[in-house]
């Protein structure tokens, strides 16, 4: 039977000191012991047909990796029952003492669920932002910039300002069809964007009343994710990470120095609005998540969901999407 002793640490930290008898680890010592043999060969024996003893004498050191592998996860598993500890990434290990015949004894590092507390979120007001008013003045801009690149490709003399035989070009009827496409495109680019805006506004709030002991481990995966942005807006304007940084004068280090406290801000907002969805008992069903993936053209991108962890991820955004709705229902628009 395994013996433990749990001693919780900042930043949802865990450390959990287990001690298995050998009676225990016998098993799983075989188990080990026959997988390595199966692919042992030796001089005078066939592959998988080297007797135990000789094998066990000659894997030495990858047979106890191999055990390590198998007996280290399956008593940490029983070590946590019964416990309120979550672990939300992979435990690593320390190995104290083992002897073959004697217990095992070893320690564990995980991170779990932190514990978070959100405020009234029901009472949440907020001011949403005034749209964008999209002027003519805007949308002449936007035809001048359309022009100036299509003017640019052309191989023969063309007007030198936007006509009908540009627009007529570039899909619309004529220049006033042009313009009033355009109105109406940056009209709901305007809309979207104060949408989101709005959305933010109130993300704020959620992080603002939050309350969690935010996990180490979580802010390093934001810190990743932002870096995984920035090198594709950096591969959109044509350029290598490498090149960007070093005409900023910057390094990743420092760019996720710089970065550390938006990232914990980040997942802390995150964390929140898990506990709401936890709350309000916001969930998204198999049947909510499969058609998600149905609206998804490309194939080869929709053949990722094949997979079990993809499948966790996206249900996990949708999850926060309906949340974030939810809660738009919820707090006070003081929009004038």
Do not use: C
């Amino acid at each position: 039977m395994v013996t433990k002793n749990i001693v919780q640490q900042p930043k949802s930290v865990v450390e959990i000191s287990i001690t298995v008898p050998w009676t225990d680890l016998e098993p799983r010592w075989n188990e080990a012991l026959q997988h390595l043999n199966a692919e042992l060969e030796l001089p005078g024996f066939r592959k998988g047909q080297v007797p135990l003893p000789m094998a066990e004498q000659t894997l030495g050191t990858k047979l106890n990796d191999e055990f390590f592998k198998l007996a280290m996860p399956q008593a940490l598993v029983e070590a946590l029952q019964g416990s309120n500890i979550v672990p939300i990434d992979y435990p690593k290990y320390q190995l104290v003492s083992f002897v073959k015949g004697q217990p095992l004894v070893f320690k564990a590092l995980v991170t779990q669920k932190p514990q978070i507390t959100v405020g009234d979120y029901k009472a949440i007001k907020v001011s949403k932002p005034a749209p964008k008013i999209i002027t003519d003045e805007d949308v002449s801009k936007m035809i001048e910039e359309m022009f100036k690149r299509w003017k640019a490709k052309q191989t023969v003399p063309t007007a030198e300002s936007p006509d009908d035989n540009f627009a007529k070009a570039v899909g619309a009827l004529d220049l006033a069809d042009l313009k009033t496409k355009l109105k109406a495109d940056l009209e709901n680019e305007a809309k979207y964007n104060n949408e989101l805006d709005y959305e933010e506004l109130i993300l704020q709030q959620i992080e603002s009343i939050t309350t969690v002991d935010v996990p180490e481990i979580l802010v390093s995966d934001e810190l990743n994710r932002m870096l995984v942005q920035l090198q594709k807006r950096v591969a959109d304007m044509g350029l290598l990470l490498e090149d960007y940084l070093k005409g900023q004068n910057k390094t990743i280090d420092s760019l996720k120095a710089e970065w550390r406290v938006q990232a914990e801000k980040n997942v802390k907002m995150e964390l929140g609005l898990s506990e709401v969805a936890r709350q309000e008992n916001v969930e998204v069903s198999d049947a909510d998540l499969q058609a998600e993936i149905d609206k998804i053209q490309d194939g080869r991108m929709k053949a990722q969901f094949e997979q079990e962890e993809p499948r966790l991820h996206l249900k996990h955004s949708l999850r926060q999407i309906k949340t974030l709705d939810k809660l738009k229902t919820l707090v006070s628009n003081l929009a004038a």
